[in-house]
C-alpha cells in the first residue's frame, strides 16, 4: 500500500487525504460546470414556454429540454454525489482513499460519457428528451455517453465502499460510522442499484440503436429505466437529507436527537425506495392495480416515513441545538437568532422547507394510483420534481458548498453579499416555477410542449387563461431562479481561483459560544416545541391538499 | 454529531423519546391511511383505471380502427372522419404522429369501452379540460371503459413527446346530450 499524503485541517481537526481532496475538488468543478450548462438550457426552456417570449424554434426547444435534464438532473447531481461520497468517506473518517487511481479512472469515464452524450444532443439527432423512451430512437452515441456515465460513477461507488472497509481495518475511527457517512452510504447503496438497472436498460437499447437488437418493449423499457430515473432521485434525497445532518451539526454542533431513530429512517430508504420505478407507471397498460398500489406506496408508504422522520429530526436537532446555546425563549427564538446570512445556513434550510412542502407533498399525492390519472405528464410532474431535485437537492448542495470551499478548496468565499443572498434568489424563483408548473399542470397543460396555443393544430383547442398566466409567472421566476444560479457560479468560480488563501482555521460562519454538545441520547435533554409546531402545520398541510386531490379526481368522467 | 461517530458506542441500545416516538407513530397511521385510500377507492371510487391489456400490432389494431369507421362514420371534422359508435361498443382510438385518429362521438350519460393504441411511438392521451391522462403504447392495446357525464367538445391532447410536430398533435371527442 502506497502512503497516502495527508493535511491535517486546522478547522475542524480532520485529517484530508490530499488524493481525496484532488478527486472531490475535480468531481465537484465538474458538477458546477454542468450546472451552468444545464442551467442555461433550462431557462431557454422555460422563456419558451413563457407564450409571450416563445424563445426557441420548436427543434431547439427539444433539444434544450433533452439537454437540460441530462446536464442538470444527471450530470450536475451525480457530479456533486461523487464529491459527497469521497467526503463522506475519506475526509469524514479520517482515512485515505482506496484506489486513488481509479476514482481519476471513474472521473475520466464520467466525464468522457458526459462530453459524448452531450455532443449527441447538440448534433440534433437525438432530442429524444431525457427519458428517451422506444421506440423513439437517439443517436447510438446518446446511449453509449451514458453507459461510460454509469460505470464510472458504479466505479466511484466502489470506491467509497473500498474506503469505508479501509477506514474500518485501519481503525481510523471508533464506534459506528458518522451519521453522515451513513447517509452517504445510503445514497451509494442506492446508486449502484439505480446504476446497475441502467446498464441493464441502456446496454440493450444502445444494441438496439446500432442493429444488433430488433426490439425494445417500450412497457419493459419504462419499468427498468425508471428504476434507474426514480431510483437516482432517491440518490439525491439520500444525499441531500445526510448535507442537512452535515449542515447543522457543522454550524450548530447539531447532534441527531436519536442516531437510532435518524439512521433507521436512512434504513427504510435502502429498503423500499426502489419502487418507485411505479410512479411512472401508474397509467400504463398491462400491469395490475395490486402491483401498482403495493409499489406506488414503496410498500405502505415506508419510505415517506423514512423522509417524514428525517422531517422532524433535522430541524429538531438543530432546534435542540439552538436552546442549548441559550436560545430558549418561545417557540421560535432559535430559529429566529439562526444565521440568516450565512448561506451555507439559509440553502440548507430553505432546501428542508421546499422540499417537504412543495417536492415532497406534490410527490405523494402525484403518485397516488388514482390521482395520478389526473397529473400524469402534465406541467405538474417537473413541478413536482423541481420541488425535489431543485429547491431540495440542488438548493442542499449549494449550501455545502459554502462550506466545501474554505474547508476543501481552502478559498475565502469571493462577494460575500452576493452569496448572502444567493440562497434566498434561487430558492424563491425556484419555488415559483414548482408552484406554477404544478398550476398548469392542474389546469391540465401537457408536459415537454412547445405550443400550447396549438396554432398548427388540425383542431382548434387551448387551455384555458389561467395556464397561460401559470407560464408567464414560470417565466418570471426562472429568470429569478436563474439569477441566483448565476450568483452561485460567479461565487464559486471567483472563490476557488481568485479567493484569499485559507491560512489556519477558518471561519465558517457558525454561531458564536460553546459548542451544543449535550450528554447522547435524546431522552434527558429534548424539547423541541418549535420543531413540533413546524411539523404539525406540514401535516395538516398534507392532509389537506391530500384529500382535496381525491376531491379533484372525483370530478372526472367514470371510468373503470 | 451527525459528521462524528455517535459519542455513544451502543447507538441502538439509547431510549427513544416520546416526541420521536409519537410522531413516528402518526406518520406511520397516516402511511396507511394512503394506502388503504387507494384500496378502499377501487371498491367505492368511480375513477378508477382499466388494466384491461391486450398485446396487438400497429397493423391489426389499425384495421379494427378502420371497421368501425366503415361501420359508424356519421360526418367528418376538419377533414378527419367522426365515429358515432352505439352505446356499450368496443370504441378504437389510435394514436400516430401526429394526430389521434379518429375523432369520436359519445351520447351523454352512456358508456363506451374505449381501446387505446399507437402506431409508431409512444403516445399520452390528455382528455382536456376534463384531464383524463393515460399513457399509449404501441403493442398495447389498452381497454377503458368510460362514462362521459358532460356534453360538449373535448380535446385530445398528446401528452408524451413524439418528435418535432408533437405540439399538434391533437384529436377530438364530441358528446351529445
Known amino acids: ?560 | 454529531m451527525a459528521i462524528t461517530s455517535p459519542s455513544e458506542r451502543l447507538w441502538w441500545k439509547t431510549p427513544l423519546h416520546r416526541v420521536e416516538l409519537i410522531w413516528i407513530l402518526v406518520a406511520f397511521f397516516w402511511g396507511l391511511v394512503m394506502f388503504f385510500m387507494m384500496i378502499y377507492w377501487h371498491a367505492a371510487g368511480s375513477q378508477n383505471l382499466s388494466t384491461e391489456t391486450y398485446k396487438t400490432t400497429p397493423n391489426e389494431f389499425y384495421a379494427k380502427v378502420e371497421a368501425m369507421i366503415g361501420e359508424h362514420k356519421v360526418r367528418e371534422a376538419e377533414g378527419q372522419p367522426v365515429v358515432r359508435p352505439p352505446p356499450g361498443a368496443d370504441v378504437y382510438m389510435v394514436g400516430r404522429m401526429w394526430l389521434w385518429y379518429p375523432v369520436l362521438e359519445f351520447e351523454k350519460g352512456q358508456s363506451y369501452r374505449l381501446h387505446l393504441s399507437a402506431l409508431d411511438l409512444q403516445h399520452g392521451f390528455s382528455l382536456q379540460p376534463v384531464n383524463i391522462n393515460v399513457q399509449v403504447h404501441p403493442g398495447y392495446e389498452h381497454v377503458l371503459t368510460i362514462t362521459p357525464d358532460q356534453s360538449g367538445e373535448f380535446t385530445i391532447v398528446c401528452n408524451e413527446f413524439c418528435g418535432l410536430g408533437h405540439h399538434t398533435m391533437l384529436g377530438k371527442i364530441f358528446v351529445t346530450e
Open chain 1, 1 to 560: 500500500m502506497s502512503a497516502s499524503l495527508f493535511r491535517t485541517c486546522p478547522t475542524t481537526g480532520l485529517k484530508v487525504d490530499l488524493q481525496a481532496e484532488a478527486l472531490i475538488k475535480a468531481n465537484a468543478v465538474a458538477a458546477v460546470v454542468f450546472l451552468a450548462i444545464g442551467g442555461l438550457f433550462g431557462l431557454s426552456v422555460a422563456l419558451t414556454r413563457w407564450p409571450a417570449v416563445h424563445l426557441l424554434p420548436a427543434d431547439w426547444f427539444y433539444l434544450a429540454l433533452t439537454a437540460h435534464g441530462l446536464d442538470v438532473l444527471l450530470l450536475w447531481i451525480i457530479f456533486f454525489e461523487m464529491a459527497v461520497l469521497y467526503f463522506a468517506s475519506a475526509v469524514l473518517l479520517n482515512c485515505r482513499l482506496a484506489t486513488p487511481k481509479l476514482g481519476w479512472v471513474a472521473f475520466g469515464l464520467m466525464l468522457a460519457g458526459g462530453l459524448i452524450t452531450n455532443v449527441s444532443v447538440l448534433q440534433g439527432q437525438s432530442s429524444v428528451m431525457f427519458t428517451s423512451y422506444p421506440p423513439m430512437m437517439a443517436a447510438q452515441h446518446f446511449y453509449l455517453g451514458l453507459i461510460l456515465f454509469a460505470v464510472g460513477a458504479l466505479i466511484a461507488c466502489g470506491i467509497f465502499f473500498g474506503t469505508l472497509v479501509i477506514a474500518r481495518e485501519e481503525k481510523t475511527y471508533t464506534g459506528s460510522i458518522p451519521l453522515v457517512t451513513f447517509g452517504a452510504m445510503t445514497a451509494a447503496i442506492i446508486a449502484v442499484f439505480t446504476l446497475a438497472s441502467g446498464a441493464i436498460i441502456l446496454i440493450p437499447t444502445w444494441l438496439w440503436s446500432i442493429g444488433v437488437v430488433s426490439n425494445i418493449d417500450p412497457l419493459m423499457y419504462k419499468l427498468v429505466w425508471w428504476a434507474m430515473g426514480h431510483s437516482s432521485q432517491q440518490i439525491n434525497v439520500s444525499a441531500h437529507v445526510a448535507i442537512w445532518y452535515a449542515i447543522i451539526a457543522i454550524l450548530f454542533g447539531a447532534k441527531p436527537l436519536s442516531e437510532k431513530v435518524s439512521r433507521g429512517a436512512f434504513l427504510m430508504y435502502i429498503l423500499f425506495l426502489q419502487l418507485a420505478s411505479a410512479h411512472h407507471l401508474l397509467v400504463e397498460p398491462g400491469l395490475s392495480s395490486e402491483w401498482k398500489v403495493f409499489n406506488t406506496s414503496y410498500a405502505m408508504y415506508l419510505a415517506v416515513l423514512g423522509s417524514l422522520i428525517h422531517g422532524l429530526s433535522v430541524p429538531g436537532a438543530m432546534e435542540a441545538a439552538q436552546r442549548k446555546r441559550g436560545f430558549d425563549k418561545g417557540l421560535f427564538e432559535w430559529l429566529r437568532k439562526a444565521p440568516w446570512g450565512n448561506p451555507a445556513f439559509s440553502g440548507m434550510f430553505l432546501s428542508l422547507v421546499m422540499f417537504g412542502f412543495l417536492g415532497g407533498i406534490s410527490g405523494v399525492v402525484m403518485g397516488t394510483e388514482q390521482i395520478n390519472i389526473i397529473m400524469h405528464n402534465t406541467l405538474y410532474v417537473p413541478g413536482h420534481f423541481h420541488g425535489t431535485v431543485v429547491a431540495g437537492t440542488t438548493l442542499a448542495f449549494m449550501a455545502i458548498t459554502y462550506l466545501l470551499v474554505p474547508l476543501i478548496f481552502r478559498r475565502e468565499i469571493r462577494f460575500p453579499t452576493l452569496a448572502k443572498w444567493q440562497p434566498y434568489v434561487f430558492g424563491i424563483g425556484v419555488a415559483g416555477i414548482s408552484l406554477f408548473m404544478m398550476g398548469a399542470g392542474t389546469l391540465g397543460v401537457s408536459r415537454r410542449h412547445w405550443d400550447i396555443t396549438f396554432a398548427d393544430a388540425p383542431f382548434d383547442f387551448s387551455y384555458p387563461p389561467a395556464a397561460f398566466l401559470m407560464l408567464g409567472l414560470n417565466g418570471i421566476f426562472a429568470i429569478m431562479a436563474a439569477l441566483g444560479g448565476l450568483m452561485y457560479i460567479l461565487v464559486v468560480v471567483a472563490s476557488v481561483f481568485t479567493g484569499k488563501k485559507v491560512e489556519g482555521k477558518v471561519d465558517i460562519g457558525a454561531p458564536a459560544g460553546p459548542p451544543a454538545v449535550a450528554s447522547y441520547g435524546s431522552s434527558e435533554t429534548l424539547r423541541v416545541p418549535g420543531t413540533l409546531m413546524l411539523v404539525g402545520v406540514f401535516f395538516v398541510a398534507f392532509v389537506l391538499y391530500y384529500f382535496v386531490n381525491w376531491k379533484y379526481l372525483s370530478d372526472v368522467w367514470p371510468m373503470r
